[in-house]
């Protein structure tokens, strides 16, 4: 069972900073290799957006809404945003995802449930 879970969520005002961290956790039988970490943000409406990627050769990745802004950092079991100069278009449910490979050559995404980050005044 792999678990994975966000945390860092809540109600910061423009202009301000926060940062998100997310832990995976939990075993599986099969060996694997985590071959890259993410977070995504979903708003109601709207399709579910990348934000921020990590690949395990430590190359990262991001949208053009919060490049400069944004900083993902992590390990294979625990990875952060680190959000500075919030914006209110940055209000969302942030998600976190790690990418398992596994023998075989299988792919697994696994997904935390989401931390809500709100900025407003």
């Known amino acids: 069972q792999v678990n994975v879970v966000e945390s860092g969520g809540g109600l910061v005002r423009p202009g301000g900073s926060l940062r998100l961290s997310c832990v995976r956790s939990?075993?599986?039988?099969?060996?694997?290799?985590?071959?890259?970490m993410a977070w995504y943000r979903q708003t109601p409406g709207q399709k579910r957006e990348l934000v921020a990627l990590?690949?395990?050769?430590?190359a990262t990745d991001y949208s053009d809404d919060v490049k400069g802004r944004f900083t993902i950092s992590g390990t294979n079991s625990m990875i952060s945003l680190q959000m500075n100069n919030l914006e209110p278009e940055d209000t969302a449910v942030y998600y976190c995802?790690?990418?398992?490979?596994?023998?075989?050559?299988?792919?697994?995404?696994?997904w935390g449930r989401g931390t809500q980050v709100t900025v407003s005044t």
């Open positions: 939990g075993t599986v039988f099969s060996s694997f290799i985590v071959n890259s």
């Open positions: 995802k790690f990418t398992l490979l596994f023998s075989g050559h299988t792919s697994v995404d696994y």
């Open positions: 990590l690949s395990n050769s430590g």
